[in-house]
C-alpha cells in the first residue's frame, strides 16, 4: 500500500508516528511523509485521488495539516482517523457540546472569546479548570481557584483565541489516559497537568468495565477510530476531561506494530467508523483500577 503521513514539525523526531512510519516501511509498503508546517504546499498538486491508499495525520492542534487531511478527504481520499471526526474532537467547545448532547460524562462546559469575558463565570462554579479551545499537549492548561486568581491570569490568557472553561473535577491528583487501537483498549495511570508535583510514574492499569464502556462510547460519539481518552475518577464518577485524535500510546504494548496494522486494516476498508458504524468492538481489561486510600481522602476533601 502507499500512504501519506502529514507529521508536524513538533513531532519530527519522535517515537510516535515515527516507529510506525518505520513498521510500515519494513513490511513493504510505500510511505510518503509531508510535513505541513515546514514546506511550501502546492494545494492544487498535493491532493489528488487515486495517489495514496489513505493519509494519516500527526498534527498539533490549530495547524495546516487537518486543512489537507480535509483537503485529501473532498478528493475522495481515505483518512485516519476520518477528517471530520478529528475536527469534532480538535476543537474543545464543539467536542463538548457533542459529547454532552450524546451523553458523555463530561464538565459543564462554556466557552469565551476574549479573555476577560471569564468575569461572567458565576462564582459558585469556582475553581475552574481554563484552557484553549484548539490547545493539545497539556497547553495552556489553568487552573484557578478563586475569582479573584482571575486578573493576574488574563495578560496569559491573551491571544489563546477561543477558551474553555469547566468546573475542576476533585480527584486524586491522576489521570487515566485509556487509548484505543481500532477498538482494542489499554489504560494507563499518570500525574495530572494540574497536579505536576504528585509522585506519580506514568503506568499500565487494570481497565474498570465502567471507564472502558465510556472509552468505547467516546469513539462512537466522535467517530474515531485511533485516538486516546483523558478520565479523571471524581467522587461523582468517572468523568472525560479530553479525547485526543492519534495520540502518543505510551505504555501501549508493541504500540507501533499495533497501530501499523490498524492503519492498514482502516485503509483497506476505505476508512473507520464514519463509513462503517460499530464495526470496532472495545476489549478491556478485566480488572478494576484501584485508587490508594489515601488519593480517595484527598478526593473528598477537594485537594
Known amino acids: 500500500m502507499r500512504l501519506c503521513f502529514l507529521v508536524e514539525e513538533h513531532y519530527r523526531h519522535d517515537g510516535m508516528p515515527n516507529e510506525v512510519i518505520r513498521q510500515l516501511t519494513a513490511w513493504g509498503h510505500r510511505v510518503d511523509v509531508v510535513r505541513p508546517g515546514g514546506s511550501l504546499l502546492r494545494m492544487t498538486d498535493l491532493v489528488r485521488a487515486g495517489t495514496h491508499d489513505a493519509w494519516v495525520l500527526k498534527t498539533v492542534s490549530g495547524g495546516p495539516g487537518l486543512t489537507l487531511l480535509e483537503a485529501a478527504a473532498a478528493a475522495g481520499v481515505t483518512t485516519v482517523n476520518d ?12 467536542a463538548a457540546a457533542l459529547g454532552s448532547a450524546r451523553g458523555l460524562p463530561l464538565p459543564p462546559t462554556y466557552a469565551v472569546a476574549r ?14 479548570v481554563v484552557k484553549p479551545a484548539d490547545g493539545s499537549s497539556g497547553r495552556g492548561v489553568h487552573l484557578v481557584p478563586s475569582p479573584d486568581r482571575l486578573p493576574a491570569l488574563l495578560p496569559e490568557l491573551a491571544g489563546e483565541g477561543v477558551l474553555i472553561v469547566q468546573p475542576y473535577v476533585a480527584n486524586p491528583g491522576t489521570d487515566i489516559k485509556v487509548y484505543c487501537v481500532n477498538g482494542e483498549l489499554h489504560a494507563t495511570e499518570r500525574c495530572s497537568p494540574l497536579h505536576p508535583d504528585a509522585a506519580v510514574r506514568e503506568r499500565r492499569v487494570p481497565l474498570s468495565a465502567e471507564v472502558a464502556g465510556i472509552a468505547a462510547r467516546v469513539g462512537e460519539v466522535y467517530g474515531l477510530d485511533l485516538y486516546g481518552v483523558d478520565v479523571l475518577l471524581g467522587p461523582d464518577g468517572p468523568v472525560v476531561v479530553d479525547v485526543n485524535d492519534f495520540p502518543s500510546f505510551r505504555q501501549v504494548p508493541d504500540a507501533a506494530a499495533r497501530v501499523a496494522g490498524a492503519v492498514l486494516e482502516l485503509a483497506r476498508a476505505g476508512g473507520g467508523r464514519t463509513s462503517a458504524p460499530g464495526r470496532a468492538q472495545a476489549r478491556p481489561l478485566p480488572l478494576p483500577v484501584t485508587i490508594p486510600a489515601q488519593a480517595v481522602a484527598r478526593a473528598g476533601d477537594g485537594s
Not at 115 to 128: R, T
Request: glycine share 4%; hydrophobic share 40%.
Open 115 to 128: 479573555p476577560e469575558l471569564l468575569a461572567e463565570v458565576p462564582d459558585e462554579l469556582y475553581p475552574l
Open 83 to 94: 477528517a471530520r471526526s478529528i475536527r469534532g474532537v480538535r476543537d474543545k467547545a464543539l
